[in-house]
T-cell receptor
Framework: AQSVTQLGSHVSVSEGALVLLRCNYS??????LFWYVQYPNQGLQLLLK??????LVKGINGFEAEFKKSETSFHLTKPSAHMSDAAEYFC???????????FGQGTRLTINP | ETGVTQTPRHLVMGMTNKKSLKCEQH?????MYWYKQSAKKPLELMFV???????ENNSVPSRFSPECPNSSHLFLHLHTLQPEDSALYLC??????????????FGEGSRLTVL
């Protein structure tokens, strides 16, 4: 069985500040981990993913995430927030042989000018 | 056209109406999905189709009836819905079942309001 917990349903940061969105997972098989972003009135789009190999993965729009097996975490970061980053972010987990993704409940990111 | 297209984008219906949501993907993918997105709740997977065959029905009430005539088209037929069914319904596709690759391509959703 797999599950995802996103800590904080709402995160607010100032423009130019560090963005940190937290994700912890549970998986009975080696996990594949994903971050999706949903802008207002749109569907979700893949931001980045970890399957195997390098544990620090880079995605679009300057975001990156690090897979930490010992902490069962896959936190999303961006060094400097931009107003256009305001959106909802979803962490998801699957694994080899899994037939579906399991999504977290989402974190709404607000950027203050 | 490219990507995943959903119609209509907005739908208002009464509890006795029958309506359908349509999803079309132009990506050559083999798997298609319906998700329900309600306020303050996680994304709920409803149905999965792989090569036109339903592989998952996530205990969805029978008032939601999916149809997948081919790998490019997916419908969600709606009848005698309840107000709590009001939500954003998202269609997605993937090259193969998403568990391994995780790369789903989503449409923009159909916002359903049930009066």
């Amino acid at each position: 069985a797999q599950s995802v917990t996103q800590l904080g349903s709402h995160v607010s940061v100032s423009e130019g500040a560090l963005v940190l969105l937290r994700c912890n997972y549970s998986s009975s098989v080696p996990p594949y981990l994903f971050w999706y972003v949903q802008y207002p009135n749109q569907g979700l789009q893949l931001l980045l993913k970890y399957t195997t190999g390098a544990t620090l993965v880079k995605g679009i729009n300057g975001f990156e995430a690090e897979f930490k097996k010992s902490e069962t975490s896959f936190h999303l970061t961006k060094p400097s927030a931009h107003m256009s980053d305001a959106a909802e972010y979803f962490c998801a987990v699957s694994g080899q042989g899994a037939q579906k993704l399991v999504f977290g409940q989402g974190t709404r990111l607000t950027i203050n000018p | 056209e490219t990507g995943v297209t959903q119609t209509p984008r907005h739908l208002v219906m009464g509890m006795t109406n029958k309506k359908s949501l349509k999803c079309e993907q132009h990506l050559g993918h083999n798997a298609m999905y319906w998700y329900k997105q309600s306020a303050k709740k996680p994304l709920e997977l409803m149905f999965v189709y792989n090569f036109k065959e339903q592989t998952e029905n996530n205990s969805v009430p029978s008032r939601f009836s999916p149809e997948c005539p081919n790998s490019s088209h997916l419908f969600l037929h709606l009848h005698t819905l309840q107000p709590e069914d009001s939500a954003l319904y998202l269609c997605a596709s993937s090259h193969q079942l998403a568990g391994d690759t995780g790369e789903l391509f989503f449409g923009e959703g159909s916002r359903l309001t049930v009066l």
